[in-house]
């Protein structure tokens, strides 16, 4: 079991992980039920959320850590997220 501070320093999986990746995940932060009461509650500006898998910069050689680019198969992922979650909200 991951010890609970997990989940703030190296566990805040993308909406919809489990159904992008081929990973199983086991995670869910709430993003799209908060995205669809702060649009409920009327807000029309701009607003951002943070999401991140610490095992994915594992996988990084040495010489790009300090960027913490994430691998290109994950910003396909993370795109793929951030507009599903756009059209949950919108619907």
């Given at each position: 079991?991951?010890?609970?501070?997990?989940?703030?320093?190296?566990w805040?999986?993308?909406?919809?992980m489990?159904?992008?990746?081929?990973?199983?995940?086991?995670?869910?932060?709430p993003?799209?039920y908060?995205?669809?009461?702060?649009?409920?509650?009327?807000?029309?500006?701009?607003?951002?959320?943070?999401v991140?898998?610490e095992?994915?910069?594992?996988?990084?050689p040495?010489s790009?850590?300090g960027?913490?680019?994430p691998?290109r198969?994950?910003?396909?992922?993370?795109?793929?997220s951030?507009?599903?979650?756009?059209?949950v909200?919108?619907?």
């Open positions: 079991m991951l010890p609970l501070y997990a989940w703030s320093n190296a805040r999986p993308m909406p919809f489990d159904e992008l990746e081929d990973e199983n995940f086991q995670g869910h932060l993003i799209v908060i995205a669809e009461a702060v649009v409920r509650l009327g807000w029309r500006g701009p607003f951002s959320y943070e991140f898998y095992e994915w910069f594992a996988t990084i040495r790009l850590r960027g913490r680019v691998p198969g994950r910003t396909r992922s993370s795109y793929t951030l507009k599903r979650v756009c059209e909200v919108k619907s």
